[in-house]
Every structure is written in C-alpha cells, then in structure tokens.
C-alpha cells in the first residue's frame, strides 16, 4: 500500500503542482465572473422574485446565444500553448491577431442576435410580468457582447502562455466597477437614477469594457509579450490561422452550446409549469450557487488544457496522459467537498437570496439535486479541457449533444410534467446527462493518451481519429 503511495506521488506530485499553479488564478478569475452574477442575483433579490426570475430569463437568454462565440474562444488557449511550447512564438503571436479579427466579427453577430432574442421574448409563452422586465434588460446586456469576446481572446492567449494572474487581476477589477455602479443604479443612490433591473445591465455592460481595455492593452504594450512580435502584420488576415481556430472553437462552442442550451431549455419549460415565477426563482438559486463550484472546476479544467497542450507540443505523451488524468483527480477532490457543503447548507444558503419561505424551501430541496451532480460536473468539465488540449473535438461535441438534448433534457420534461415531478424532475434530467457526460468523455481520453503513449515511446505519431 505504502509502495503504490509513494509512486503515485512520484508519477503525479508534480502535475498536481503545476496543474493547480495554473489554475488558480483561472479559478479566481472564474470566480470573479460567477460572482458579478452571484451579486447581481442579491442585489436584484432585494427587489422581488419577479426581478430575479426575469434576470434569470434573460442571463438564459444572453448566455445561450454567446456561448458558441465564448466556445470558440477556448480553442486559443490550447493552439497558443502548443505553438509556444513547439519552440514558435511567432505562430502563437498570430493566433491573437487573428483571434481578435475573429472576436470582433463574432462580437457584432452574438449582440444583433440577442437583440433579437430580447425582442422575441414576449413569443415564448412566460409570465408576462417577466417578459416586461426582461426585455429592456436583454437589450442592455446585447451591447456587452462585443468587449466580452475581445476580453475573451486575450485572456485566452495569456493563458495559452501559462500566464494566468493578469486575466485574474483583471476581472477582480471588473467585479469591484459591476459591483459599485450596481448599487449606484438598481437603487438610485448618489444621486443617480434607480434603474432596478436595467441598472444590473448597464453594471455588466460597463464592466465589460473596462476589462476589455484593461486586457488588451496588457498584451498588446507589456515587455514580456515582444517576442511574439503582436504588432507587426496586425492588419493582415490569415486564413489558415483562423481556420485552425474555428476547426477546434466551433465544436468547442457547439459543446458549451449543447450544455447550457440544455440549462437554459430547462428555464423554458420551467416557465410552463404551476407558480412559474416562484420555481424559476429557486431554480435560479441554485443553478447560482451550483456554477460558484462549476467555474472552479472549469479553471482546473483550463489548466489541464493548457498542461496537455504543452505536452503535445514537445511530443511527451505519457506526461500528457498524466497531465489530463490530474485533472480529473484534482476536480473529483474539489467536488467531493462542495457536494458535502451543499447538503450541509441546503437550508440556509437559499436565504441569502430571497425571504419568501416557498422559494427558500424550494431551493432547498434543489440544493441535494446539485450536490449530487457535483462529482459528475466536475468530471466532464476537465474531460472536455484536456480532450481540446489533445484538439479532439469532434467526438465530445457528439457526446454533449446526445447526452444533454437526447437524454437529459427530455427526460427533465418528462419528469417535471407529465409525471408530476414539478423543477425537481428537471434537476433528476440533469443529474442523469451529466453522469453520462463524465463516463464517456473520461473514456475517451483514456483510449485516446493510451493509444498515444503506446505508439510513440516518446516519439512523434499522428494523433489518431482527431
């Protein structure tokens, strides 16, 4: 026992390092975003769980039309850690020029969009008390998508370079300027307007510029990016380059698409069942506190990608195998505990959020749903990381849209009406294609490395069925 002990430590002390030195500055910048909405959802409670259900109707809809775009995003990342590490900064250099040409195409598209979304609102049969205060709020929200991509581009190639902490300090500064010009406009203090709802949207937009600002500038005029020569050939476009990075963002964003389509459809159907407002409510609570531990593990996850990039990049793949399988350990350890937290908070965490005693007892009964999908979140979050890290991605985009449209939301439907379930039979939909998820992705990746580390012996292969 001892024996086994001592060589897992030597196989994976230092993965375990490098992969958390990594990742916790993604983790803290992560948690940054979630909390601009974790605040956003207080302060907003203070006004009613009509305000909080019409957020929740709108953030749904905002994030189900950006999250193809924030997808694409991913793929930088990876494509920078590979060329960096293969010995070609010039290259990695180009994946930033080219991605922002791409982010800014995408940015205008993803904001037409949701404007069109915030004016279809009132088709999709909701409360119409929701669809009123939604609506303004969507079209505030629509503006924000272009500095959302931009910001997105260069936080991803800093991260690709294994340079995590200025995109974490970064959105800290974007917390403190949503946070403050929240409580100057939902309640009207200093002299400002009360805006309510609209004030949270106009918090967002103007954060969002401010970390866009504050990120480019960083990459484009600190010394220690010189030698990827960013600012020579800015204005030329390259096709292969952003060719590269649709081939792995688009199945990359399609595979976030799937997911949080699946969340977001559950919004949908849980506006069509009994006291719509109260239930999307409590839903919203706990899908807020869920995504609190969801970004942890998504920064874990980006480390790993970034550690199993490197890994392709210099041709070591058994380090690559044990870089990605860290990973998974790492987020299985995380979740474990958070799941633990959830039971032992279900009736006291809710009350953070609202007072009214149905929507506080509701949440609480959807808190032991996401405790007990936690382990499964954690696991497939990784297992979609280090498998882009591979730049595998065709499969995992299948695998998203089977177990999350195929399975798991239409057995939430299924359950939460016809049987009766209520928003507890969406949860049990979630709990099913997220296990689901976990297996196959994890699968994958153990056939994938295997086959790599056993053709190659340290010596360069093709990767095989990418």
Request: positive net charge; charged residues 10%; glycine residues 12%.
């Amino acid at each position: 026992m001892m024996e086994s002990l001592h060589l897992f430590r030597r196989r994976y002390a230092g993965h375990v390092q490098a992969t958390v030195r990594l990742s916790i500055p993604v983790i803290i910048g992560q948690l940054g975003h979630v909390l601009m909405g974790f605040i956003d959802t207080l302060m907003i409670g203070d006004l009613g769980y009509v305000h909080l259900s019409a957020a929740s109707l709108a953030n749904g809809a905002f994030l189900l039309i950006t999250v193809l775009g924030i997808g694409i995003t991913f793929a930088i990342s990876p494509l920078v850690a590979e060329a960096d590490a293969g010995g070609n900064p010039q290259r990695a250099g180009h994946y930033l020029q080219q991605g922002t040409w791409l982010g800014l195409a995408l940015g205008m598209v993803l904001a037409a969009l949701v404007l069109a979304a915030g004016a279809s609102l009132p088709y999709l049969d909701q409360p119409p008390q929701d669809v009123a205060l939604a609506q303004g709020y969507t079209y505030i929200l629509a503006w924000s998508a272009l500095p959302m991509m931009l910001f997105l581009v260069a936080k991803q190639f800093a991260d690709g370079l294994a340079l995590t902490v200025p995109a974490m300090v970064v959105t800290l500064i974007g917390l403190a300027c949503n946070t403050a010009i929240n409580w100057l406009l939902i309640y009207g203090h200093a002299g400002f307007p009360r805006l309510e709802l609209n004030g949270a949207g106009y918090g967002t937009l103007i954060s969002r510029l401010v970390m866009m600002g504050l990120m480019m500038g960083y990459v484009l005029r600190a010394r220690r990016f010189q030698r990827y020569h960013l600012l020579r050939g800015w204005l030329r476009l390259r096709p292969p380059f952003i060719r590269k990075i649709l081939r792995i963002g688009l199945p990359s964003g399609l595979q976030y698409l799937f997911e949080v389509g699946a969340f977001i459809g559950a919004v949908v159907i849980i506006g069509w069942l009994e006291n719509p407002s109260a239930s999307r409510a409590a839903h919203q609570i706990a899908i807020q506190l869920a995504s609190i531990t969801y970004m942890v593990v998504t920064g874990i996850s980006a480390g790993a990608t970034i550690r199993v990039g490197q890994s392709l990049g210099r041709q070591q793949y058994k380090e690559l195998r044990r870089a990605g399988f860290t990973g998974i350990y790492v987020a299985l350890a995380f979740m474990l505990l958070t799941a633990v937290g959830f039971l032992m908070g279900r009736n006291y965490l809710p009350q953070l959020f609202v007072e009214t005693k149905a929507v506080v007892e509701l949440a609480s009964h959807l808190l032991v749903f996401a405790a007990a999908f936690q382990l499964f979140d954690g696991v497939q979050a990784v297992g979609v990381g280090i498998l882009r890290g591979m730049q595998d991605v065709r499969i995992p985009t299948f695998i998203t849209l089977v177990v999350y449209w195929g399975i798991s939301l239409p057995v939430g439907y299924l359950l939460s009406g016809p049987m009766g379930l209520g928003v507890e039979g969406i949860w049990y939909g979630f709990v099913l294609g997220l296990g689901l998820a976990a297996g196959l992705l994890t699968r994958r990746f153990w056939r994938l490395s295997g086959q790599l580390q056993a053709s190659s012996s340290e010596q360069p292969v093709a990767l095989p069925h990418l």
